[in-house]
Structure formats: C-alpha cells, structure tokens
C-alpha cells in the first residue's frame, strides 16, 4: 500500500517525519535537556566575543561575594584601598560607578575608565582594581556626578 | 605555567610563560615594563576578590593583569 504524501514533495507522512515536526510528546526531562544545551550552545558562543571574554575574565577576579551580588543585583561593591570608602560598580562602561553612603544609597557618582576602546568586562575589572589598589589616582582622574536613580535603575544581572 | 594578562578591544591578549625558563621569564620582563612604561597598571591576585598593584616584575605572580591608564569620563 502506497504511503500518502505530505506537502513537502518526497516527504512520506510516515512516523519519523512526524517526530520531527514534533506532533509526538516529547520524553520526559528532553525539553530541559535541550534547554540547558541551549544554554550551553548560547555561553559557548558568547564567550568568543570580546564581551564574553571580558566578563569571563571578571567573573574569575571577582571575590565569592562580589559574584554573588553581581549574578543577583547586576552590581558589585568594591572597598577603596586609602580610604575604605565603599563603592559600587554597575554594570555597564561609563558612569556606572558611585560611592555609597552608610545607608546603601549612592551618594557620588564617578565617571573614569580606562583608556582605549575595551570590551564592558575588562572595563568593570579595571574599575575594581584601580579603586582597591590606587584609589588616589582614581580620585585624581574621575569626574563626579549626581547619582540620579534612573541612572543606575536599569541595570539588570548579566549571567 | 604563569600568565600574563594585557587587556585590549578583544577583550584579552594572554602570553603564558614558565617561570623556570630564564628567557621566556626574561621576556615576561621585558614585557611588564613595556607596558608599565607605557602607562598601564599591573594587578596580581593575591587571593579570592584580593588584588595588589605591581610596581615592579614579581617573577613568583602566577597571574598578573595590565589595564591602559585610567581616565576621566
């Protein structure tokens, strides 16, 4: 007997073309499998770009804290290496860092990065760095801003 | 195996060297003070989150990172 035929020329209706199309249940735990090789596939590729690699690289020097507040919160805080002060550093490249006053509330903004065209990443870890171990020099170099809300509102956890 | 880290628009440039081998530690020498002199800051790690500034070659720091001089936004 003569199989019918779909749409798709040479495309028979048999069992395996419609496991494809998935019109059979999926097995239980294959769609988590496949989410998570998603994921997987996703990371992979992220991770060779210069984004990728950036926050790879920062992720690795952050302390156990300091990678928890940023998977949560989508900010860190890093302590100044003269004064104590403590800062937060947002996610993002360019007026994203602020002092914070003992009520968890940004109190001065501070623009400052490195020079040269870097990936976030790197630029977030050299923030970190240069307010832990030459604070002066930061403070030397930063130009200050209000902290407004809406500044710092919008950033969200990169994972 | 020791590394050295230089931060760039690729995200990283890595030049693993072995630190019982006088030329490649020799070289990873020469490096650090090209690009300190050229105004970029060396950082080790010297714990989990812990970092300290490098002012001069430390041939014991496992992993060292350079980032261009800072400036105001």
Same mark, same amino acid.
């Given at each position: 007997?003569? $199989?019918? /035929?779909?749409?798709?020329?040479?495309?028979?209706?048999? $069992?395996?073309?419609?496991?494809?199309?998935?019109?059979?249940?999926?097995?239980?735990? #294959?769609?988590?499998?496949?989410?998570?090789?998603? @994921?997987?596939?996703? /990371?992979?590729?992220?991770?060779?770009?210069? #984004?990728? &690699?950036?926050?790879?690289?920062? /992720?690795?020097? %952050?302390?156990?804290?300091? %990678?928890?507040?940023?998977? +949560?919160? *989508?900010?860190? #805080?890093?302590?100044?290496?003269?004064?104590? $002060?403590?800062?937060?550093?947002?996610?993002?490249?360019?007026?994203?860092?602020?002092?914070?006053?003992?009520?968890?509330?940004?109190?001065? *903004?501070?623009?400052? %990065?490195? +020079?040269?065209?870097?990936?976030?990443?790197?630029?977030?870890?050299?923030?970190?760095? @240069?307010?832990?171990?030459? #604070?002066?020099?930061?403070?030397?170099?930063?130009? &200050?801003?209000?902290?407004?809300?809406?500044?710092?509102?919008?950033?969200?956890?990169? /994972? | 195996?020791?590394?050295?880290?230089?931060?760039?628009?690729? !995200?990283?440039?890595?030049?693993?060297?072995?630190?019982?081998?006088?030329?490649?530690?020799?070289?990873?020498?020469?490096?650090?003070?090209?690009?300190?002199?050229?105004?970029?800051?060396?950082?080790?790690?010297? !714990?989990? !989150?812990?970092?300290?500034?490098?002012?001069?070659?430390?041939?014991?720091?496992?992993?060292?990172?350079?980032?261009?001089?800072?400036? !105001?936004?």
């Amino acid at each position: 007997m003569r $199989k019918k /035929r779909c749409s798709f020329p040479g495309w028979s209706a048999d $069992k395996s073309v419609i496991a494809v199309l998935r019109f059979t249940p999926s097995r239980p735990g #294959e769609r988590s499998r496949i989410r998570a090789a998603k @994921a997987l596939f996703i /990371r992979h590729g992220a991770e060779r770009t210069p #984004e990728g &690699r950036s926050l790879r690289l920062l /992720r690795h020097w %952050l302390s156990p804290t300091q %990678l928890a507040q940023f998977g +949560h919160l *989508g900010y860190f #805080e890093v302590v100044g290496g003269d004064t104590g $002060k403590r800062y937060r550093i947002y996610t993002g490249a360019a007026t994203n860092v602020c002092e914070v006053d003992e009520n968890d509330r940004p109190k001065v *903004g501070l623009c400052f %990065l490195p +020079h040269g065209d870097l990936p976030i990443g790197d630029v977030m870890l050299a923030q970190k760095i @240069a307010l832990e171990t030459c #604070e002066g020099r930061v403070l030397a170099v930063a130009r &200050r801003f209000t902290p407004a809300g809406f500044l710092f509102s919008h950033t969200r956890p990169l /994972r | 195996m020791a590394i050295q880290i230089v931060m760039d628009r690729t !995200g990283d440039s890595r030049h693993p060297f072995n630190p019982g081998d006088a030329q490649e530690l020799a070289k990873a020498e020469q490096r650090f003070y090209e690009l300190t002199s050229a105004g970029f800051t060396a950082a080790v790690r010297t !714990g989990p !989150g812990q970092t300290s500034q490098l002012r001069s070659f430390d041939p014991h720091a496992e992993e060292t990172v350079f980032f261009p001089r800072l400036v !105001g936004g």
